[in-house]
C-alpha cells in the first residue's frame, strides 16, 4: 500500500525516533517483506512516502505517529507515466556496507546549543521540482532485514578487518572484493582473507558497524521529464546524487551505478544498511529542516478523543455530533443530553459547514421526539429543517415565516404563560426594542420610561398587542380603559399624575420620538399580521411541554434587517420566561426543548444580558441552547464572558486571528491560533463536555442529511392549516 506523509512544523524529534521504529519493524518482520521509503516531489510538493505490505502497514504507521505526533498519513495510487514523458533512473549503493556512514553526532554543530542540521532537508532540497507538474524526482530506498547469512558474512569479514593485514593495499582490496555485489568479487576477497595476520600493524581501527537489526536495502534514484526536457532530469538526477554525499566518511561512500533510461528490475544484492543509518536517511523532518519550501503540510492537526464517551449512533439520550479525526479512526460520538443541557457553540466563518451541524443536531432531535425551536435569520437552514422532520412528527411543527402572506403564523410577545410576572415579560420586550433601536438607560431614559410603562399598562388586557402602544400614546379614551384596567400603583401614578401633568407640547415632544421608532413596525404589514394576529398566536410554554418542532423563518432578506432582528428579540425573551415558567412542574417531569439558534449575535445588542441569563438559568428548566456564529467580536464583552463561561461544550471551526487568539486558550490541548485558523471544511476541534468535564479533540461532522422531496410543502402546508391566521379566523366564523 503506497502512502504519503504530511509533516507537522516543528519537529522536535531526530532520527533516534525512526531507529527505534525501524528496529521493531525489524523483529516484526519474519517474513522479510520489502519495505519501500520514498521521497517525492510531485506537481512542485514535497513529500515523504512508504510502500509496505499491509501485514505491516499497522504496525509501522502507529509506531511512526507514536513517535512524531502530528504527522498526518493518507493513502495513494501509484500513478502511471504520462504520455510523452521520459524516465530516467540510476542506482546507488553503498562502498563498503559493512562500514557506517556519519553518525547523528556528525549533523550536530559546534555551539553550545547543538542543533541538529538535519540531512533530509537537503536530500528534499535535491529533490523539489517546479509546480508545473512536468517534471518530478523520486528516491526509492528499498529495505528489508538482512539474512542470517548475510549477517554472519559481514560479522566474518569486520573480523577480518580487525586483525589486519601485513600491507595496506591489501586491506583495501579485501574491503573492495569481500563487499563486492558480484559473487566472483567476494570469493577472491575470500581467498584473500587468508593472508590476513593476527595483530597485523595494518588493520582497521574506529567504530565498526552493528550488526544487529542490520537491512539488505537498494537505493534508486528517478527522473521523469518530457522529452523535449531531458538535460532537465539529468540534472536532477546529479543534484541527487551529489546530495547524498553528505553522508560520506573518509572509508565509505555511495557509489552512482549506471544510468538507464526505463525502469529495471533490481538483479545484484542489495547492500547493508543499519537501522541507525537508514534513519539518518529517511525521517520525518526536523525543526531545522522547517525552512525546506513546499513540504507537505497536513493542513488539520489531529488530537486523540477521550478514552470515555459515547459512541452509540443516537441511541438512547444521545446526539451524535460527527465522528473523530486521529491517525484513521472515524468512529462516530455523541453528546449526551445532560451534558447538552449545558449548552453548546459553535464558531466558525461562513462556508466552513456550521449550518450542516446545526441541521443534523436539529434532525436528531426531532427523530428522538423532543421538543425544538429552531431560529435562523438567512431563512436557508429552515427551509432545510422542514425537509428532514420525520413523518411520525408532521402535525407537531409549527413553521414561523416571517414573509408569509397568505397564512403567517401569530405571535404575540405580550402574552406569556398564566402566573408569569408582567414585569418579566416587559423588561423582555423592552430589551428587544433596546437591541434593535440601540437604546442605552442613559441615553434615553424618557423614552424608555414611557414605553416600559405602556408595556405595563398593556399586559395582561384582553386586547395586548405590541400595536397598542402606539394607540395608548394618542387615543385618550384608549388610554383611560387601559389604565382603569391596572393594578400596578406605580404605573397608575405614571398615567394618573406624570403625564397628565405634561402639557400638550411637552407630551408631543416626549412621545414624538417613540411612534417615530414604533411607527416603522406597526406600520409594517407583514409585522401587523404577526403581531397582532387576533389569537394569542404560538405559545411557546405549550410547545416545550407538548415538544413540539417550532421553526422560525427570519430571512433578512424578505422581512428586512430591523424585522427580522426585533422578531428573533422578541422570541429569544419569550422563549426565556416560558422556560422559567415551568418552575411550576417538578424538574424530571420537564420535557427537554433543545433551542438551535444560527447567527445568534443578530439578536443581541451591547449591554443586554438576555442570552447570557438564559445560559446561566435554563439547564435546571431542561432547556438546551445549541448557539452558532462567525466571530466572537460580533458580541459585547459582558455578553461573550457570559456565552464562553456558560457554554459547556464548544465547537470550533475555522476562525479569524483574533477569535483564535481567545479559542486557542479556551480549547487547550496544545492548540496554537494558526491551527484554528486553517481548519479545512466539515473539520473542527471540539471541546466536548463528558460528565461534565470537558476533553478537546479532533474530529468531522455528519454529511448533510437526505432531504425527501416535497417534503417541504407538506410541512408548511400542515402548519398553516394548524397555526396559519387565516384558517383560524375562518374557524372562528364559522
Request: overall charge positive; charged content about 20%.
Amino acid at each position: 500500500m503506497l502512502i504519503s506523509l504530511q509533516l507537522p512544523v516543528g519537529n522536535s524529534r531526530g532520527p533516534v525516533y525512526t531507529e527505534s521504529l525501524l528496529r521493531t519493524l525489524h523483529r516484526a518482520n519474519a517474513k522479510r517483506d520489502t519495505v519501500t521509503l520514498l521521497m517525492e516531489s510531485a506537481a512542485g510538493s514535497l513529500s515523504l512516502g512508504l510502500d509496505c505490505p499491509d501485514s505491516l502497514r499497522m504496525l509501522f504507521l502507529q509506531e511512526l505517529q507514536d513517535a512524531y505526533p502530528g504527522v498526518v498519513v493518507r493513502g495513494l495510487r501509484k500513478g502511471e507515466l504520462p504520455t510523452g514523458s521520459l524516465q530516467w533512473q540510476t542506482d546507488l549503493r553503498k562502498q563498503p556496507d559493512v562500514l557506517p556512514l556519519r553518525s547523528v553526532n556528525a549533523f550536530l554543530d559546534e555551539t553550545e546549543l547543538r542543533q541538529f542540521a538535519d540531512p533530509v532537508a537537503g536530500l528534499l532540497a535535491s529533490v523539489r521540482t517546479g509546480r508545473s507538474g512536468r517534471t518530478a524526482c523520486r528516491i526509492e530506498l528499498c529495505i528489508r532485514p538482512a539474512s542470517i547469512r548475510r549477517t554472519r558474512s559481514a560479522e566474518r569479514t569486520l573480523e577480518v578487518l580487525q586483525r589486519g593485514f601485513r600491507r595496506r593495499f591489501l586491506l583495501d582490496w579485501y574491503l573492495t572484493l569481500a563487499t563486492h555485489p558480484r559473487f566472483l568479487f567476494r570469493t577472491i576477497g575470500w581467498l584473500l582473507s587468508s593472508m590476513a595476520r593476527p595483530q597485523s600493524r595494518h588493520r582497521r581501527s574506529g567504530p565498526a558497524l552493528p550488526v544487529e537489526a542490520m537491512f539488505e536495502c537498494r537505493l534508486q534514484l528517478t527522473a521523469r521529464a518530457p522529452a523535449s526536457a531531458a538535460h532537465i532530469a539529468k540534472n536532477k538526477l546529479q543534484q541527487m546524487e551529489a546530495a547524498f554525499g553528505r553522508f560520506h566518511t573518509d572509508e565509505t561512500r555511495f557509489v552512482v551505478g549506471k544510468r538507464h533510461r526505463l525502469s529495471k528490475p533490481h538483479r545484484r544484492r542489495g547492500f547493508l544498511l543499519s537501522a541507525a543509518e537508514i534513519a539518518m536517511i529517511w525521517h520525518p523532518l526536523t525543526e531545522s529542516g522547517d525552512s525546506v519550501s513546499r513540504v507537505e503540510r497536513p493542513s488539520f492537526r489531529e488530537l486523540e478523543p477521550p478514552v470515555a464517551f459515547s459512541s452509540e449512533k443516537g441511541k438512547g439520550d444521545k446526539t451524535i455530533l460527527g465522528r473523530t479525526c486521529f491517525r484513521g479512526q472515524r468512529n462516530r460520538f455523541g453528546i449526551a443530553t445532560d451534558d447538552l443541557r449545558r449548552h453548546l457553540l459553535a464558531i466558525g466563518k461562513t462556508g466552513c459547514g456550521k449550518s450542516t451541524f446545526l441541521l443534523n443536531v436539529v434532525r436528531q432531535q426531532m427523530e428522538a421526539g423532543r421538543g425544538v425551536v429552531q431560529i435562523d435569520p438567512h431563512g436557508q437552514l429552515a427551509e432545510e429543517v422542514l425537509n428532514v422532520v420525520p413523518k411520525r412528527r408532521t402535525n407537531d411543527v409549527i413553521f414561523f415565516d416571517a414573509a408569509d402572506r397568505i397564512a403567517p403564523v401569530g405571535f404575540n410577545p405580550l402574552t406569556g404563560p398564566p402566573g408569569t410576572d408582567p414585569t418579566l415579560i416587559a423588561d423582555g420586550v423592552l430589551t428587544s426594542f433596546k437591541n434593535v433601536f440601540g437604546f442605552e438607560d442613559g441615553s434615553a431614559p424618557r423614552l424608555l420610561h414611557i414605553l416600559r410603562n405602556c408595556l405595563l399598562t398593556l399586559i395582561g388586557t384582553p386586547f395586548a398587542t405590541l400595536t397598542g402602544v402606539q394607540r395608548i400614546l394618542v387615543d385618550s379614551g384608549f388610554r383611560k380603559s387601559c389604565v382603569a384596567r391596572v393594578r400596578n400603583p406605580a404605573v397608575r401614578e405614571f398615567w394618573l399624575t406624570e403625564f397628565n401633568r405634561w402639557n400638550d407640547r411637552d407630551r408631543t415632544q416626549y412621545i414624538a420620538s417613540l411612534q417615530n421608532k414604533l411607527g416603522a413596525f406597526t406600520t409594517n404589514e407583514r409585522l401587523q399580521r404577526i403581531l397582532d394576529p387576533g389569537q394569542k398566536g404560538i405559545q411557546l410554554r405549550t410547545i416545550m411541554d407538548r415538544s413540539q418542532i417550532l421553526v422560525c423563518n427570519l430571512s433578512k432578506g424578505t422581512v428586512g434587517h430591523d424585522a427580522s432582528t426585533l422578531l428573533g428579540s422578541l422570541l429569544l425573551s419569550s422563549l426565556q420566561v416560558a422556560a422559567m415558567s415551568r418552575a411550576d412542574v417538578p424538574e424530571f417531569d420537564r420535557p427537554d426543548c433543545v433551542v438551535v439558534i444560527d447567527e445568534f449575535h443578530s439578536y443581541l445588542s451591547d449591554g443586554n444580558s438576555t442570552m447570557a441569563d438564559a445560559l446561566a438559568e435554563s439547564r435546571k428548566y431542561r432547556t438546551s441552547y445549541v448557539l452558532s456564529t462567525q466571530m466572537l467580536e460580533q458580541l459585547d464583552p459582558a455578553t461573550l464572558a457570559g456565552v464562553l463561561g456558560n457554554c459547556g461544550s464548544t465547537l470550533c471551526m475555522t476562525v479569524g486571528p483574533r477569535d483564535a487568539e481567545v479559542l486557542a486558550g479556551l480549547l487547550g490541548s496544545g492548540l496554537t491560533p494558526a491551527d484554528l485558523m486553517a481548519i479545512p471544511k466539515y473539520h473542527a476541534y471540539l471541546r466536548l463536555l463528558i460528565a461534565g468535564a470537558p476533553h478537546t479533540f479532533s474530529m468531522t461532522t455528519l454529511p448533510p442529511s437526505r432531504s425527501v422531496p416535497n417534503r417541504a410543502s407538506i410541512i408548511r402546508r400542515a402548519s398553516q392549516q394548524r397555526y396559519g391566521s387565516h384558517w383560524n379566523r375562518a374557524n372562528q366564523v364559522a
